[in-house]
């Protein structure tokens, strides 16, 4: 073997035990056990201790990670509506309809952020079920269409009513306090909905989501009702995007018609196919990587929504596991140098 | 007769059969083949700049408009070979790709900055005619008359032709049709061709009628995905009946409510219908096990 030094050899980090078992390994060291934690703690401080670097970076970078926070709590609400088999197009409808209660919250009854965001989180989450209730006897394809019309046919109603202040919106509305308060408050969303949706579907609650997913029929064989088990799924899908929504429009104090634009739908989509559906974490890797890039492309006006869309195709088509498990798995399959122990023994 | 009244059938009628026309193509495909081509939208926009740009290089409209309809049927057929043969059978996935692909033909255009007053298409038939006392363009009455020819035609094809029953054997029962020797990737091919086609038809004939703006794109999916989910799958009469209800819904309301009101009916028809009869106005029982 070429490249390994005297009284070495290569070893696969898995060992060839995840040919058996696919996360479980044999930790027999502390080595083995930093290999585990590394992929899993620096992401965790990164993103903890981002807010902290404050005027170090600029407002424009704060303002991305803004966003692909924001993406990446709408993408992960996505893969929870995905794991239960209900394909949304249209996250924009979860995420104007918590933005409007807020802004409503706020303009109308003069309510605080501290107040509306929460109100907002939950009563939009419930009003976005409601309104979806009647609709969720339908299933796959259908549930795709009616959530791809819906945010557009919201937008159009505000605009031909005038209701919520019509085609101006509602501006003027209560700032956050400071930055370094908005990142965090935003950061720590998006972690305790990655690790309570992780908890969510492995728990037996969250199992027979995906057993609607797999099988409808044999749920309500087996004696649920299955009308309210996708309407939970939808409210527990829908707090995140929710939250995101009033987040948004108090940070911009300002809620409008844009809110429920085609960005909100198709970024959080493409970011969950690109880092994969059905891990949560890949939801988030693919808004890192997705928001960023689309921020590069921002002079190019419209094209870098070509360029997503593109995306969105050569991983639907070409890794449909999307780049989350993919790393993964390549990272337990490096191989390392360990020393051979007879060798050393014998010199 | 009232002036209101016979405004109300008269233009009801038309913008019955724009939508009609619009879903046409969508829901050919989506009956026959399974696949929501959620390009639709992209191929529609796409047809009506094709058209344009070829009547710039010297064609005359109807020629122009031919060659659009059969240049966007091959591209509707490589879309089937490319895009959504490698990812067949997963629903989820031939949506995606689909409508990525709808997504970046229409904001490929916005882009290169078709959006100005100059892309427009010519109509076919100028002048205007009264019917009822209420004066309609001929443009608008070719639109009726091209829906209704469109949808008998389609029906008689997929009724009485070899073709067409070898599609529709296909889509009630792969595995048998499969056994008599119809090819499924022909099939679905052929359908997303037919489908695509139907898209480029609807944009020659209905586009004249003002500018080619970049969201008559996704408003063409928009009104594709009513009228389908409305009127019920593989059903020509539930077709019929869908867009006939939501053209007229929204011509009534436009009328007597509010010029404004018209947009905000898809939405209520759609829930309201949906919440009631989940198979659509006219579906069958086997589209409602698929559905529900």
């Known amino acids: ?347 | 007769m009232d002036g209101l009244l016979a405004s109300t059938l008269v233009y009801g009628l038309v913008s019955s059969a724009t939508l009609l026309l619009t879903a046409l193509g969508f829901s050919l495909t989506f009956g026959l083949s399974g696949v929501a081509n959620f390009a639709h939208g992209g191929l529609y926009l796409l047809s009506g700049f094709t058209a344009w740009m070829l009547m710039k290089a010297g064609l005359p409209f109807l020629a122009a408009a031919g060659l659009t309809v059969v240049l966007v049927g091959v591209l509707g057929a490589l879309l089937y070979r490319v895009v959504i043969m490698p990812v067949r059978g997963i629903v989820l996935a031939e949506v995606i790709s689909t409508f990525a692909v709808g997504v970046a033909i229409i904001e490929f255009f916005r882009w290169k900055g078709f959006t100005t007053y100059d892309y427009a298409l010519p109509e076919l038939v100028e002048g205007s005619v009264e019917i009822l006392g209420v004066s309609v363009d001929w443009q608008r009455l070719l639109i009726v008359g091209i829906a209704l020819a469109l949808t008998l035609g389609l029906w008689a094809f997929t009724h009485w032709t070899k073709i067409g029953l070898a599609l529709r054997g296909m889509s009630q029962d792969e595995y048998t049709a499969l056994s008599v020797g119809i090819e499924s990737d022909w099939a679905a091919m052929l359908s997303l061709a037919l489908g695509s086609a139907l898209a480029a038809v609807a944009a020659v004939v209905l586009l004249p009628l003002g500018i080619i703006s970049i969201n008559s794109g996704y408003d063409a999916l928009l009104v594709a995905l009513a009228v389908t989910v409305l009127g019920g799958l593989e059903s020509t009469a539930g077709m019929i009946a869908g867009s006939l209800i939501l053209g007229f819904a929204v011509t009534l309301t436009g009328n007597y409510v509010g010029p404004r009101w018209g947009e905000v009916v898809y939405l209520g028809a759609i829930v309201v219908v949906l919440t009631f009869r989940p198979s659509g106005l006219l579906g069958s029982s086997k589209q409602l096990e698929e559905r529900v």
């Open chain 1, 1 to 347: 073997m070429s490249g390994v030094p005297q009284g070495f050899r290569r070893e696969r980090v898995d060992r060839g035990v995840a040919v058996r078992a696919r996360d479980v390994f044999a930790l027999s060291s502390n080595r083995d056990l930093a290999w585990l934690l590394l992929p899993r703690v620096v992401p965790l401080v990164l993103l903890l201790a981002f807010p902290l670097l404050g005027s170090r970076i600029s407002g424009y970078g704060q303002t991305v990670m803004l966003n692909t926070l924001v993406v990446s709590l709408l993408a992960l609400s996505w893969d929870l509506l995905a794991s239960a088999g209900l394909v949304s197009l249209g996250q924009a409808f979860f995420f104007g309809l918590g933005g409007y209660v807020a802004g409503w919250l706020n303009a109308r009854l003069g309510l605080p952020p501290a107040l509306t965001i929460p109100i907002a989180t939950v009563a939009g989450a419930a009003i976005s079920t409601a309104l979806l209730f009647p609709l969720l006897r339908l299933r796959g394809i259908y549930f795709g269409m009616i959530t791809f019309a819906l945010p557009l046919l919201l937008m159009r109603v505000v605009e031909t009513t005038g209701v919520l202040g019509g085609t101006e919106g509602l501006s003027g509305l209560t700032p956050l306090p400071n930055r370094t308060l908005e990142l965090y408050l935003v950061t720590i969303a998006a972690l305790v909905t990655l690790l309570a949706f992780r908890r969510l579907a492995t728990s037996d609650y969250g199992l027979l989501f995906q057993a609607i997913r797999d099988n409808d029929r044999a749920v309500i064989a087996s004696g649920f009702d299955l009308q309210r088990r996708k309407a939970q799924v939808v409210f527990l899908a829908a707090l995140p995007a929710a939250f995101a929504g009033a987040f948004v429009t108090h940070r911009y104090q300002f809620v409008g018609m844009p809110a429920f634009a085609m960005d909100y739908s198709t970024l959080p989509l493409t970011s969950a196919v690109i880092g994969g559906p059905g891990s949560f974490f890949g939801a988030m890797v693919g808004a890192f990587i997705l928001v960023p890039l689309s921020e590069l492309l921002r002079e190019f006006g419209s094209l870098r929504v070509v360029v997503y869309s593109a995306m969105l195709l050569v991983f639907t088509i070409g890794l449909p596991e999307g780049l989350f498990r993919f790393a993964a798995r390549k990272w337990t399959q490096l191989e390392r140098l360990v020393p051979i122990e007879e060798a050393a023994r014998e010199r």
